[in-house]
């Protein structure tokens, strides 16, 4: 069955730089949340999508944005770039079905700032 | 507000043995969503099961099973016969039934879970 896609796989960036990290929800889901995980930490809920329309706010930095396209893929866009954004980004997709449904996750952006 | 402990960072087990994660959560809603997902060595978080809180029934999947029970607010997972590949970090997560939200997952710290052997 098909999985998440998230790209790239692993990114290094210098301090101060942007980054662009992508995710390819399952298909005919249309529900798209992003998670940070640091070092030895669960993961942090940072926003979320439906329908393209952003569906909630975690605790995200503002130097992060985020948006879903039309074909429900979404990118997560990090400027300014700290040593602490060090962290996995993973993506998890659902499809609304009047109830929670459950979220998949993809394998993950490692993102290592120097 | 959404609450989930794991009070066991870390376990270590022989092989064969049976190990029991524990999980237990805080929550103002009647209805809500718990969840157990596996994050192996490689990284990656997979599914494992999710439970909603009208359904108190136990389920058993191959070696895994899961007690639910709302009175002590718990949702603990038990591993039968562990075996060296269950070695990983487990999370329990909760999600709510939003009003206007999403369904965000509030994750516990994770245990993670060692099977030497």
């Known amino acids: 069955a098909a999985g998440v896609i998230q790209s790239p796989r692993h990114l290094i960036k210098e301090k101060r730089e942007t980054a662009t990290l992508k995710c390819y929800p399952i298909p005919r889901h249309d529900t798209v949340y992003w998670y940070q995980q640091g070092p030895g930490q669960d993961p942090q809920f940072l926003i979320s999508?439906?329908?393209?329309?952003?569906?909630d706010k975690g605790s995200i930095p503002d130097r992060f944005s985020a948006q879903q396209f039309s074909d429900y893929h979404s990118e997560l866009n990090m400027s300014s770039l700290e040593l602490g954004d060090s962290a996995l980004y993973f993506c998890?997709?659902?499809?609304?079905?009047?109830?929670?449904?459950?979220?998949?996750f993809g394998p993950g952006t490692r993102l290592t700032v120097l | 507000a959404q609450k989930v402990t794991q009070a066991q960072t870390e376990i270590s087990v022989v092989e064969k043995e049976d190990v029991t994660l524990d999980c237990v959560y805080e929550?103002?809603?009647?209805?809500?969503?718990l969840f157990w997902y596996k994050q192996p060595p490689s990284g990656e978080l997979v599914f494992l099961i999710r439970r909603n809180s009208f359904d108190e029934q136990n389920e058993i999947s191959g070696r895994y099973s899961w007690n639910f029970q709302k009175s002590t607010s718990s949702f603990n997972f038990t591993i039968t016969a562990s075996q060296v590949v269950d070695s990983a970090v487990y999370f329990c997560a909760l999600s709510e039934t939003p009003q206007g939200g999403s369904e965000k997952l509030v994750f516990g710290k994770g245990t993670k879970l060692t099977v030497n052997p």
């Open positions: 999508f439906y329908e393209k329309m952003q569906s």
């Open positions: 929550t103002r809603d009647t209805t809500y969503y």
């Open positions: 998890a997709s659902s499809t609304p079905s009047g109830v929670t449904d459950t979220q998949y």
